[in-house]
């Protein structure tokens, strides 16, 4: 317990230097000795509280270089008022839908910023998804896979899985197309084009450790954990539309929800 406090004092102490840019991004970190004498801590505790800011995704390893200080990672924000936002904008015009987008809303981003990819798949529902949106197993599904970073990062923002029933988009074929993402307004716009219309959203959250594949994807340090978010999508009808799986990175993602309660 004694050297997981001093752990958590120094890596404070480094936080607050890092913080206030001292070092910068891009710099080397002092070595371990040198952190060891200005700090009064034992190499252990230097060992330990770098631990800690690599998981925060502070300080990262650069080869040849030992632990540097890495530029500010670029988070994202979701909050209940998303969905209504979105749904306003599916009945804007196409300039305004195309101006900006849920992931921009979501941090803070501007259209030119983002570089964004999506790929289509057709899949016959499993059990699970199959339950998720309350069809029978085996129907055919779309399955959308989107990913979206900011074009000064590698990583993207989150890893997003959406399945959509098959039947829900035939009349339109270019809800088919992936060279038609990214779809001005997002998916509820893509709803109303077959004349759909989103009646209610429910989220549930979890957290945690990523699969190798995700933290690599996601470029997560040692020790950070995920936050995924399952997204069922209901329509006027009572029908689940849409299933959504989005995997954040739990060091720089946050999730925010305001219950309005009523007045006495």
């Not at 997560?220 to 849409?242: F, I, Q």
Request: glycine letters at 10%; a negative charge.
């Amino acid at each position: 317990m004694v050297g997981h406090r001093a752990n958590e004092r120094l890596a404070g102490e480094l936080r607050r230097r890092i913080r206030a840019g001292d070092p910068a991004p891009g710099e080397p970190l002092p070595s371990g000795a040198e952190l060891a004498e200005r700090h009064g801590a034992d190499p252990a505790a230097v060992r330990g509280a770098l631990v800690i800011l690599r998981a925060e995704g502070l300080v990262g390893d650069r080869p040849g270089r030992g632990p540097v200080v890495l530029a500010p990672r670029r988070g994202v924000l979701r909050n209940d008022e998303r969905h209504q936002w979105e749904k306003d904008r599916a009945r804007t015009d196409l300039r305004e839908r195309r101006s900006t987008g849920a992931t921009e809303n979501d941090t803070g981003s501007v259209v030119d910023d983002l570089v964004f990819s999506a790929r289509y798949t057709r899949v016959a529902a499993d059990a699970g998804l199959a339950e998720a949106l309350g069809v029978p197993e085996g129907t055919a599904l779309l399955e959308r896979v989107y990913r979206t970073r900011h074009r000064d990062e590698d990583a993207p923002f989150g890893l997003t899985s959406s399945y959509i029933p098959i039947d829900l988009l035939e009349s339109e074929p270019a809800l088919l197309d992936e060279s038609a993402e990214p779809w001005p307004g997002g998916t509820q716009s893509q709803l109303r084009t077959v004349g759909v219309e989103v009646d209610r959203v429910e989220e549930r959250v979890t957290a945690r450790p990523p699969t190798p594949d995700e933290a690599e994807e996601l470029g997560l340090g040692e020790g950070v954990a995920v936050m995924v978010l399952r997204k069922a999508s209901t329509d006027t009808r009572g029908r689940v539309v849409d299933w959504s799986e989005v995997v954040l990175p739990g060091d720089r993602a946050e999730a925010v929800f305001t219950t309005r309660l009523e007045r006495w």
